[in-house]
């Protein structure tokens, strides 16, 4: 199936490049008269993250994005035709990107409580008081302080933060980024999984090379976590061995 996709990279407010290139495949792409809309909403989620700081946008809820967005006349009130931009790519069914993971935010306007969370201290994230908070720190406790939290909890601008700039680096290829990122209302970062990496690796933490590291292994031998995004996973998600699912 032919698809138009593109190549766009934001500088600043504004956009400073953009190519468009046929694709054949059987990919579903960002369509040509949604490019326009696509980027102005990256860039405002984008702004909103820099206003509120990368903490607080962990856990920032969809209206308080807004909110926010208004408050700055540099970002503006999301429009019209951004709101329903948003909304198509929330609610509609992402097995057609070959994505299966299941819903795990109901609604758009979820908000979490910020009472039932903690941050964590010297990560700017989150997590869940309680079986999340606790699993963590029993993993640091069994697998050494070279383990860190990388991510935590995702509010829906978070996830659509990730997301959208996923698709954004594939060129508008949705497909392609479903395989690598949970569409914003699929996350299980929502109800309590989190990510943890190795000190000092930085982006490799996000690789397969974490596979290869002594933390990874003695994550593995651990019994009251598990991993989420196994190789050939049912979900259609990549290999994601710093994934931790809790159990």
């Known amino acids: ?14 956009i400073s490049a953009m190519a468009n290139t046929q694709k054949h495949d059987n990919s579903v792409w960002i369509q040509t008269e949604q490019i326009d809309v696509f980027l102005s909403v990256c860039q405002k989620i984008e702004l909103v993250k820099r206003a509120v700081g990368y903490g607080n946008f962990n856990i920032l809820s969809f209206d308080d994005m807004l909110k926010t967005a208004l408050m700055y006349s540099h ?7 951004e709101l329903s931009f ?3 790519m929330f609610y509609e069914n992402p097995n057609k990107y070959g994505f299966y993971g299941r819903r795990t935010v109901p609604s758009l306007t979820t908000n979490i409580n910020e009472n039932d969370v903690i941050k964590i201290e010297r990560t700017g994230h989150y997590l869940f008081r309680g079986h999340s908070e606790g699993s ?9 302080d070279s383990l860190m939290l990388t991510s935590g909890v995702r509010g829906v601008p978070k996830q659509m933060n990730l997301y959208f700039n996923k698709i ?3 060129g508008g290829n949705i497909t392609e980024a479903a395989h690598s990122l949970a569409p914003p209302a699929f996350s299980y970062h929502s109800i309590g999984d989190f990510d943890v990496g190795k000190k000092g690796w930085g982006y490799k933490n996000f690789t397969i090379s974490f ?37």
């Open 86 to 88: 948003i909304e198509e």
């Open 1 to 14: 199936m032919q698809r138009r996709a593109f190549l766009g990279v934001m500088l600043g407010s504004a």
């Open 168 to 170: 954004k680096s594939t």
């Open 211 to 247: 596979a290869t590291t002594k933390e990874f292994w003695r994550l593995r031998q651990l019994s009251y976590i598990s991993m989420r995004y196994t190789i050939n996973n049912k979900d259609g998600v990549r290999f994601e061995p710093w994934h931790v699912k809790i159990i």
């Open 136 to 144: 963590y720190e029993r993993v640091i406790q069994d697998v050494g």
């Open 75 to 81: 970002i503006g009130e999301f429009t019209k035709n």
